[in-house]
C-alpha cells in the first residue's frame, strides 16, 4: 500500500508516471496535519465543507466521510490505474480544498465499452462518463478521465485530439474539456482506420524512437510541445473545468 498526505503537501513528479498498472494502487494519509490536533483538524474539514455549502447553496447528501487516525477524510475514486490521471486528479483536487477537504483518492481498474481510441466528441465524452460512473462506490465523487479524437472544421486533417472529464457525484454529471491540438495528418490516418494508436504511429512513422511515448512523463503533447504543456497539465485543464459547475452550481441551475 502506498501512502501519502494530499494536504498540503506536493505529489511526485515525472519519474513516478507510468502506463496503466497491474492491481489496485490506494493512497491514504499518515496522520495528515501533523501540526494540528485531530480535534482542530477535523473541525477545519467541517467548517471547510459548511462554508461551501453556505456559499453556493451546495448539499452534498450522499458523501462518504471516512475517519483515519481522528481525522475526517472524504473519499474520492479515479476510474483508472493510469499514473498520468491519477496526478492530474490529485494535483486538481488540491486546488479546491473547500470542496474536497482532506480527500483520500483511490484509484480502480474499470473496464468500459469504447475499445481503442474514440473517434468523436460523443464517444470520448461517453467513455469518460462511464468511468465515473463504473468506479462510483463508497465514495463521495468520482472521477472518469478519457481521451479521444472529434471532428474539427477548417484542420488540416479535420480532426483534433482532446481530453474529456467527468466527476459523478451519485446523481449528477461535471463535465470538461482539455486544450485540443491536431496529430500529424499520418497519424491521424492511422489512428482512425485503426491501423496504430497514436504512440504505435509516431514509433512506426519514425517521429520516436520510443516504444510507448504516450505512456511516457509528458506524453505526445510535452514532445509536440518540447513539453510547454504535458499530458498531465492538459489533464489537469480538462478536471479544472469540470469542476466549474461543482464549485458554483447556483450560476448554472
Not at 491540438?181 to 491521424?188: L, N, R, Y
Amino acid at each position: 500500500m502506498r501512502r501519502a498526505n494530499f494536504v498540503g503537501t506536493k505529489s511526485g513528479g515525472g519519474k513516478e508516471l507510468e502506463s496503466e498498472s497491474e492491481g489496485g494502487q490506494k493512497f491514504l494519509p499518515p496522520n495528515p496535519l501533523p501540526f494540528c490536533p485531530p480535534e482542530r483538524s477535523v473541525w477545519r474539514a467541517k467548517r471547510a465543507i459548511s462554508s461551501v455549502q453556505k456559499r453556493f447553496g451546495f448539499r452534498q447528501t450522499n458523501a462518504q466521510i471516512i475517519r483515519y487516525n481522528s481525522i475526517e477524510l472524504m473519499k474520492i475514486k479515479i476510474g483508472s490505474k493510469n499514473q498520468v490521471k491519477i496526478k492530474a486528479a490529485t494535483d486538481a483536487v488540491k486546488l479546491y480544498p473547500n470542496i474536497f477537504p482532506n480527500p483520500e483518492m483511490e484509484s480502480v481498474h474499470v473496464e468500459v465499452d469504447q475499445f481503442g481510441h474514440p473517434k468523436t466528441l460523443k464517444d470520448t465524452l461517453a467513455g469518460a462518463i462511464q468511468r465515473a460512473k463504473e468506479s462510483f462506490k463508497d465514495c463521495a465523487f468520482s472521477f472518469g478521465i478519457e481521451g479521444g479524437m472529434m471532428e474539427v472544421p477548417f484542420t488540416k486533417t479535420g480532426y483534433m485530439e482532446v481530453g474529456a472529464c467527468a466527476i459523478y457525484d451519485g446523481k449528477n454529471i461535471y463535465l470538461g474539456l482539455s486544450p485540443a491540438f491536431e496529430w500529424p495528418k499520418k497519424v491521424t490516418d492511422m489512428i482512425l482506420t485503426s491501423e496504430a494508436d497514436a504512440s504505435q504511429a509516431f514509433r512506426q512513422l519514425g517521429y520516436t524512437s520510443s516504444k510507448k511515448l504516450g505512456g511516457e512523463a509528458g506524453g505526445i503533447i510535452g514532445f509536440l510541445t518540447d513539453q510547454r504543456l504535458t499530458r498531465e497539465e492538459q489533464t489537469k485543464h480538462s478536471i479544472i473545468m469540470a469542476l466549474i459547475q461543482l464549485e458554483r452550481p447556483n450560476l448554472y441551475k
